[in-house]
């Protein structure tokens, strides 16, 4: 492979020295900044028809919306927009993917929401479809578990309203931005 652009040297990890090392340090601080609109790109591409009332691009606007409205942090709001954005990586567990993808931004506490949501949101559903509507409970010695109910009953089962007055995407921009800008990146637990 030829390119013009600095390479490392080496062809297996083992074998890499600090300057590679380095070199790679400036690839990675660019895809971090790159970070938000990548994420805004992901919320752009939810915006089609999927079976409920709004799509769910205009879903995850409502629930930041009203999160939003009812005076959450900014990164509560944030989370709120973009819980469901596992739903365009991996549709089948959406609620592990989002938090992994929001997890080095976040607090524990948002993590740990977006996590459980898609389970805790069963309570409104699962009976419907022959799941168990209280498989949350079994979470229920976990200190975050308020947390998750509420935010699944304020922001997340009630905002598929097609006449819901919420803001747009461009609102949330600003906000996004700075939830997901390199510097708050966490440095991974390594235990």
């Known amino acids: 492979m030829t390119?013009?652009?600095?390479?490392?040297g080496f062809t297996a990890m083992a074998d890499g020295t600090a300057a590679d090392y380095a070199l790679l340090e400036t690839y990675e601080q660019a895809e971090l900044a790159r970070f938000p609109d990548r994420v805004l790109g992901w919320l752009r591409a939810m915006d089609e028809h999927?079976?409920?009332?709004?799509?769910r691009l205009e879903h995850s606007l409502q629930a930041a919306t009203r999160a939003h409205r009812a005076g959450e942090d900014e990164e509560t709001v944030v989370c709120a927009l973009?819980?469901?954005?596992?739903?365009?990586?991996?549709p089948a567990n959406h609620s592990e993917v989002a938090a992994a993808v929001v997890r080095p931004y976040v607090s524990e506490r948002n993590h740990w929401i977006l996590q459980h949501h898609g389970v805790f949101q069963g309570v409104y559903w699962f009976d419907h479809v022959g799941a168990d509507p209280h498989a949350r409970d079994r979470y229920a010695d976990q200190p975050?578990?308020?947390?998750?109910?509420?935010?699944?009953?304020?922001?997340d089962q009630n905002s598929f309203d097609p006449d819901y007055p919420s803001e747009p995407l461009a609102f949330f921009e600003p906000m996004l931005r700075r939830v997901f800008a390199p510097d708050?990146?966490?440095?991974?637990d390594m235990s």
Not at 3 to 8: C, I, L
Not at 50 to 55: A, D, H, K, L, S
Not at 82 to 90: E, R, Y
Not at 184 to 188: H, K, S
């Open 184 to 188: 708050r990146v966490r440095a991974p």
């Open 82 to 90: 973009v819980h469901d954005v596992g739903d365009m990586i991996a």
């Open 144 to 155: 975050w578990y308020q947390a998750c109910v509420d935010f699944c009953a304020d922001y």
């Open 3 to 8: 390119t013009s652009r600095p390479t490392v």
């Open 50 to 55: 999927t079976g409920y009332q709004v799509t």
